[in-house]
C-alpha cells in the first residue's frame, strides 16, 4: 500500500522558515515524481513545487519561486520541502502528492498534510 | 496561463444524477482528471484521463471532455457523495492546473 506521510509543519512569524518532509513507502520512490500542493482551509487547491524521480527536474509556482526549494533523498524515500521568507498567504495545509511520470499527469495517492499557519 | 472554471455548488437528490462542469478554453483537446475531497481528507483521485476509474471507485462515477467543458458525472448520488470536487489538467507551459472546486450537496 502506498503511504505518503508529512511532517514540519507549524506555527512561524512572517518572515520565519519551515521544512516539510514526506516520508513515502509502498512504491518505487526514486523513480516516481513528487509535488508539494497546498490548500487555503475551505478554498481551492495550488500545486506549488514538482520534481523529477531522480531530483534533476524541479517546477515552482509563481508565488513562492526563489522562496521555496523542493528536494529529495531517495536513499530515505523522503520528499522535502524548504521555505524560506514565510509570508501570511502561504498559511495552507500542505499535501505530499505522487505523480504520475509521463504526461498526461495526475496526483495519486495523496498524503494527509501537515498545517503552516504564518502569523505574527 | 491557462485557467479552469467550476460551480461553486450543485445540488443533487438522493438517488438522482450529479453533474460537475469544468471548463476551460478547448479543455477538450487536454486530458481532465477528477479528485474528490470530504472534509478533514486529502483529496481523493476519482477519475482519470477524461473518464477512466481508478480502482476502488464505484461505477457510479463517470467523465466526458468535448469542446470547452469536461463533466464529472455521479449517478444514483448517495449521501457518502457529498463533497468538494476539483478538476485538474496538466499543461506544458503551465504544470498542474486545479479548478476552484464545487461543492456538491446530496438532498
Known amino acids: 500500500e502506498v503511504q505518503l506521510l508529512e511532517s514540519g509543519g507549524g506555527s512561524v512569524q512572517p518572515g520565519g522558515s519551515l521544512r516539510l518532509s514526506c516520508a513515502a513507502s509502498?512504491?518505487?520512490?526514486?523513480?516516481?515524481?513528487m509535488s508539494w500542493v497546498r490548500q487555503v482551509p475551505g478554498k481551492g487547491l495550488e500545486c506549488v513545487s514538482s520534481?523529477?524521480?531522480?531530483?534533476?527536474?524541479?517546477y515552482y509556482a509563481d508565488s513562492v519561486k526563489g522562496r521555496f526549494t523542493i528536494s529529495r533523498d531517495n536513499s530515505k524515500n523522503t520528499l522535502y520541502l524548504h521555505m524560506n521568507n514565510l509570508k501570511a498567504e502561504d498559511t495552507a495545509l500542505y499535501f505530499c502528492?505522487?505523480?504520475?511520470?509521463?504526461?498526461?499527469?495526475?496526483?495519486?495517492?495523496w498524503g494527509q498534510g501537515t498545517l503552516v499557519t504564518v502569523s505574527s | 496561463s491557462y485557467e479552469l472554471t467550476q460551480p461553486l455548488s450543485v445540488s443533487v437528490a438522493l438517488g438522482q444524477t450529479a453533474r460537475i462542469t469544468c471548463g476551460g478554453d478547448?479543455?477538450?483537446?487536454?486530458?481532465v482528471h477528477w479528485y474528490q475531497q470530504k472534509p478533514g481528507q486529502a483529496p481523493l483521485l476519482v477519475i482519470y484521463r477524461d473518464n477512466n476509474r481508478p480502482s476502488g471507485i464505484p461505477e457510479r462515477f463517470s467523465g466526458s471532455n468535448s469542446g470547452n467543458t469536461a463533466t464529472l458525472t455521479i449517478s444514483r448520488a448517495q449521501p457518502g457523495d457529498d463533497a468538494d470536487y476539483f478538476c485538474?489538467?496538466?499543461?506544458?507551459?503551465?504544470?498542474?492546473?486545479f479548478g476552484g472546486g464545487t461543492n456538491l450537496t446530496v438532498l
Open positions: 485538474q489538467v496538466w499543461d506544458s507551459n503551465t504544470d498542474m492546473v
Open positions: 520534481i523529477s524521480g531522480g531530483g534533476l527536474d524541479t
Open positions: 509502498g512504491f518505487s520512490f526514486s523513480t516516481n515524481a
Open positions: 478547448n479543455i477538450g483537446n487536454k486530458n
Open positions: 502528492a505522487k505523480v504520475r511520470n509521463t504526461a498526461p499527469k495526475w496526483f495519486d495517492p
